[in-house]
């Protein structure tokens, strides 16, 4: 088996004490809590895992200043995805990163109810002969940096190597990237500027859905609305965070669901597809710094969905 060190980390003054699951999920943001557990609790003898000082330590170990942190992880396996003949909207491409416009409909990567129909099976076919995505992810997040709900379209970019991945994760971590999206919405939005601030968790009687609640994690949403009629409001969201469903569910708590968002609201009118498109995203490029947006056109839906109620000629 193939190995590879994917983090050595030296316990600082400031993290001394800290909990060791907590260190590593500060400088290696892009590992998930699963992954983690995973590391921390090999499956049988093997050289990889989490060590501190050359020993195996428990998530709940104190780390102390000056203590070497390894994170050793076996080289990724061939992928264990089907691969997905889907046709790629791509928006910008370099040795480092792919930028595409998401389709709506389609799953980011596996889950519930999806295996073999999402964009991660695509990008395994698109660059079956390469092989260049970031690993970082995982076998069934391959390139995967961030995500966007399967009912969203817009703007997403994927990794195609692991120093990508991970200078991307951090902008992330650190919320320096700059995200707009666009929605319709019923009814009156008002004031027409403002800042949505409710915390955010997962609905304890629906797993699918989230909710507003006092015990959620912080959630921020800046709002602008770019016109109204008809009932609904054309708005222009910059999310802070990036909770899940963050802006389909401030929407909804504020009595104005987004357009076709069926999970959310009964009200929110019988349209085929969720009136939210990801616009653009704004990050300095993982290798050279240099602050790039990417912008996507609007998905064919949204486009019409605009004409018909009057906002486009």
Request: aromatic residues 8%.
């Amino acid at each position: 088996m193939k190995i590879k060190l994917l983090k050595k980390i030296r316990v600082s003054e400031e993290d001394s004490s800290k909990r060791l699951d907590h260190t590593i999920a500060k400088y290696i943001p892009e590992i998930s809590r699963s992954q983690l557990k995973k590391y921390f609790n090999p499956e049988g003898e093997t050289v990889c895992g989490i060590f501190v000082d050359g020993q195996r330590k428990k998530p709940h170990y104190r780390v102390k200043e000056g203590e070497i942190i390894e994170v050793i992880i076996p080289e990724n396996k061939p992928p264990i995805l089907r691969p997905l003949k889907m046709e790629l909207e791509i928006i910008y491409e370099d040795d480092d990163i792919l930028v595409i416009n998401k389709p709506p409909g389609i799953p980011v990567h596996p889950g519930s109810g999806h295996r073999d129909d999402t964009l991660a099976n695509a990008l395994i076919y698109h660059f079956r002969e390469t092989g260049s995505l970031s690993s970082i992810g995982g076998e069934e997040r391959p390139g995967i940096v961030h995500r966007l709900d399967k009912d969203t379209s817009g703007v997403l970019i994927i990794a195609k190597n692991d120093p990508a991945h991970t200078e991307i994760s951090k902008q992330f971590s650190e919320r320096t990237v700059e995200k707009e999206y666009e929605a319709i919405v019923k009814g009156t939005l008002f004031p027409e500027k403002g800042v949505i601030e409710k915390p955010i968790a997962r609905n304890p009687r629906d797993r699918k859905r989230f909710s507003v609640s006092e015990n959620g994690r912080e959630a921020v949403t800046r709002y602008e609305v770019i016109d109204s009629m008809n009932e609904t409001t054309w708005v222009r969201f910059f999310p802070k965070t990036g909770r899940t469903h963050q802006i389909r569910v401030h929407c909804t708590s504020s009595g104005h669901p987004i357009l076709g968002d069926k999970l959310y609201s009964r009200k929110a009118g019988d349209y085929e597809n969720l009136a939210l498109f990801a616009k653009s995203i704004t990050i300095n490029h993982p290798k050279t710094g240099k602050k790039m947006k990417f912008t996507a056109h609007y998905p064919e839906f949204f486009r019409e969905l605009l004409k018909s109620l009057g906002y486009l000629e």
